[in-house]
């Protein structure tokens, strides 16, 4: 089927220093051959009105690979919300909510540390909810339909990004122009890695979904700019408002109607204000209604919400912003602090502040001078805020990406013409440094990475396979023993058990009880038979990223009591910043019960726990350490 848009919808739009037409945005150099060729196959492409829908499927190509990374992680907790297994109708909100672990309600948690899918340091007030429910949709549909095949829900999320790179190109050709400038930017984005957890990970879907719809209502306010109309002002809103209701990454939409506005837009002041009207509008009225239902995030070191929150996220600002960045322009992912040592994340986060600076030497005097690098600019820099609300991690990167990729492609193109507001001396050194290295591997590297990462959540499929296993094997009579978790490197391989043993139809235990998650020491001391007192060396939760379920706004005192059932846990000591440091745990049977399964973690499974014999006796328990740390 022959697919053809009106040529008007790719016009360049008008911006100061830059009123040149199509034809002159393109500079091919003369070249005997093959380059000459090259040259002029690039340049019908970059014209073809079938562009989008090329760059599109060269994306979904290059995550294919994630059709078969199955069900990892998260998905299990969705399965498990959304199928109603045994006890989900205590401890999720709703079927179609599965992206709630915390309600705010004191009750809820109490149920969640009980069941174990909380642990025992959670925060009573604590909310991590978030309103996503066309997403929960999604889900809902597809746990009920085809439970069992997780290829489908892979090719549903392949398919929105998809639709995000193909709004993405039209985007880019509206503000930038048809030519190959708007082609290098869109397919540095078709292809930037950032992609490929949002992509790869079922329960992620969301951020794909989110990307799509907001993209697709930049695209429609764009073309509202020049041709005002009711029709597109409102698919532009509903549009928006669309990609609110499958994640919060749409605000990052935001960040490029706010810089439009600013920069690209040649109408009156009064115009431009009431074209963002309608969606500031759309916008509060989501926010109001996001708020008063309790959704959001607060008491969380992990989730920020700007909101509830301000002085919070304020204050992460700076810690989290460079290693976005350096997510976004280089390498390595701005997750990567997951996976090292304090110290080393610490000396990571150095290094990212100094490649901050660089950047802003490499653009600063383009954007001054140029409308559409201060467009991208602007924009990428302001969606980064919005990514700044959860821990820092590529699959936030959608929008920020979206403005890297085009103000990279101007910086080319400038270099290519040797522009004269580009920086001179050294900076111009610099400027040559950073664009070519950071263009480099998103054209180059980029192509390669992206199937790989899309892959990437895969990698914890030992969880699934080696690590629970190895502690239900220590177990003689599953459902009706406690599994007594002593020590973990982190929340899935303990929390996470009872959802993946009811997805894989085995019973699950009893009760699950975790005593300490994260590569800390302990020293185990019997204080009786039925009492076991931990020394958490440094204090439980040392690594930020463990801080999931309380910040250091609400620290825990000395004298807290968690009552379960046949276990009363008290924290005796804490850290300065009120952290525990030291709890005893009295559990209803003696500790060296039949009842009773005790496992630690060894390099990268659980084994058996040997419990002190007598009172007094002090047992060691080395750190336990993910097996992908590096450092």
Not at 237 to 245: P, T
Not at 474 to 484: A, C, E, N, R
Not at 535 to 563: C, F, N, S, W
Request: glycine share 8%.
């Amino acid at each position: 089927m022959r697919i053809a848009w009106p040529e008007s919808r790719f016009l360049i739009h008008r911006r100061a220093h830059s009123i040149k037409a199509v034809a002159e945005n393109d500079r091919f150099i003369d070249a005997p051959g093959g380059r000459a060729q090259l040259a002029q196959t690039l340049k019908a492409l970059a014209l073809s009105r079938r562009l989008p829908l090329y760059l599109a499927l060269v994306s979904a190509v290059l995550v294919a690979p994630s059709l078969f990374t199955g069900f990892q992680l998260d998905d299990y907790a969705h399965r498990f919300c959304i199928l109603g297994n045994a006890g989900s109708d205590a401890l999720c909100p709703s079927p179609l909510e599965p992206f709630a672990i915390a309600t705010g309600q004191a009750d809820f948690m109490h149920r969640s540390i009980e069941h174990g899918f909380s642990p025992f340091w959670a925060y009573s007030g604590l909310i991590i909810r978030f309103m996503r429910p066309l997403a929960g949709l999604s889900h809902y549909i597809d746990y009920h339909l085809f439970p069992n095949s997780p290829a489908i829900m892979h090719a549903e999320s392949i398919a929105w990004l998809a639709g995000a790179i193909f709004f993405a190109t039209l985007f880019y050709r509206a503000t930038i122009g048809v030519g190959t400038v708007s082609m290098g930017a869109a397919f540095a984005l078709a292809v930037d890695h950032v992609h490929g957890v949002p992509v790869g990970w079922i329960a992620n879907r969301n951020a794909v979904m989110s990307a799509c719809l907001a993209t697709a209502a930049l695209v429609l306010y764009e073309r509202s700019t020049r041709r005002p109309s009711p029709r597109t002002t409102l698919g532009g809103v509903a549009c928006l408002l669309l990609g609110f209701l499958c994640g919060e990454i749409a605000l990052g939409a935001w960040a490029y109607l706010v810089a439009h506005a600013l920069v690209l837009d040649r109408r009156s002041p009064g115009a431009r204000v009431r074209g963002l009207l309608p969606y500031a509008g759309m916008t509060i009225a989501w926010r109001t209604v996001y708020s008063l239902l309790g959704y959001g995030a607060y008491g969380s070191a992990i989730y920020l919400d700007p909101g509830r929150e301000p002085l919070a996220f304020l204050r992460a600002l700076p810690s989290r912003i460079p290693l976005l960045v350096q997510g976004l322009f280089g390498f390595p992912m701005a997750e990567s602090f997951y996976f090292t040592t304090p110290a080393l994340s610490r000396i990571g986060l150095v290094c990212a502040v100094g490649f901050c600076f660089a950047l802003v030497v490499a653009f600063a005097r383009l954007a001054r001078l140029d409308p559409l690098a201060r467009f991208w600019a602007l924009g990428c820099a302001l969606s980064l805020f919005s990514a700044c609300s959860a821990v820092p991690h590529n699959r936030l990167l959608f929008f920020p990406s979206l403005g890297a990729m085009g103000l990279l492609a101007v910086a080319v193109d400038a270099f290519s013409k040797n522009d004269a507001r580009l920086p001179t001396g050294v900076a111009r050194k610099v400027s040559q440094l950073v664009v070519g290295l950071s263009g480099g591997l998103h054209v180059f590297v980029s192509p390669l990475l992206l199937p790989l990462a899309a892959c990437t959540v895969a990698l914890t499929h030992t969880i699934a396979d080696r690590a629970i296993p190895s502690a239900i094997a220590t177990m003689t009579d599953v459902p009706h023993q406690d599994l007594v978790i002593v020590s973990a490197p982190e929340y899935y391989v303990g929390e996470f058990t009872p959802f993946i043993e009811r997805a894989a139809g085995r019973p699950a235990p009893e009760k699950l009880r975790i005593l300490s998650i994260g590569a800390v020491t302990m020293h185990a001391e019997r204080l009786d038979a039925h009492t076991l007192e931990l020394t958490y060396e440094h204090g439980l939760l040392e690594d930020v990223p463990l801080r999931l379920h309380r910040d250091a706004e609400h620290p825990m005192k000395a004298g807290d009591t968690i009552e379960l059932d046949g276990l009363r846990i008290v924290v005796t000591r804490v850290t300065d910043d009120g952290r525990p440091a030291v709890a005893t745990f009295t559990f209803a049977e003696p500790l060296d019960a039949p009842k009773l399964k005790w496992v630690v973690w060894q390099k990268d499974h659980f084994v058996p726990f040997s419990l002190p014999q007598k009172d007094g006796e002090v047992v060691d328990i080395p750190a336990a350490r993910n097996e992908f740390v590096f450092g």
